[in-house]
């Protein structure tokens, strides 16, 4: 585990957001870490299509990676 320097407004939306959704902090900054990296190596998906898939994965018990995301029919954009 490491330590990410972010700003202090960030850190207050993740704080905010993290309490509303009932996440702690971290998971909450995990959470739109993930989202943002698989929409970056896959820019025609939507929102909905990528919480889709990080759903999925986790009912499968796995973490999807982004080499991952290309075995579930997902292409990447190198």
């Given amino acids: 585990m490491g330590i990410i320097k972010i700003s202090e407004n960030m850190h207050?939306?993740?704080r905010?957001?993290?309490t509303a959704l009932s996440r702690s902090i971290n998971a909450q900054a995990e959470h739109w870490l993930r989202v943002g990296m698989?929409?970056?190596l896959n820019p025609s998906l939507s929102?909905?299509?990528?919480?889709?898939?990080?759903?999925?994965?986790e009912a499968r018990?796995?973490?999807?990676?982004?080499?991952q995301s290309a075995t579930h029919g997902i292409?990447?954009?190198a």
Wanted: proline residues 3%; negative net charge.
């Fill in 12 to 14: 207050e939306r993740l």
């Fill in 38 to 40: 698989l929409a970056e």
């Fill in 47 to 57: 929102y909905g299509d990528i919480c889709r898939m990080l759903i999925e994965a």
């Fill in 61 to 67: 018990g796995e973490d999807l990676s982004p080499t």
């Fill in 16 to 18: 905010s957001t993290s």
């Fill in 75 to 77: 292409e990447q954009v």
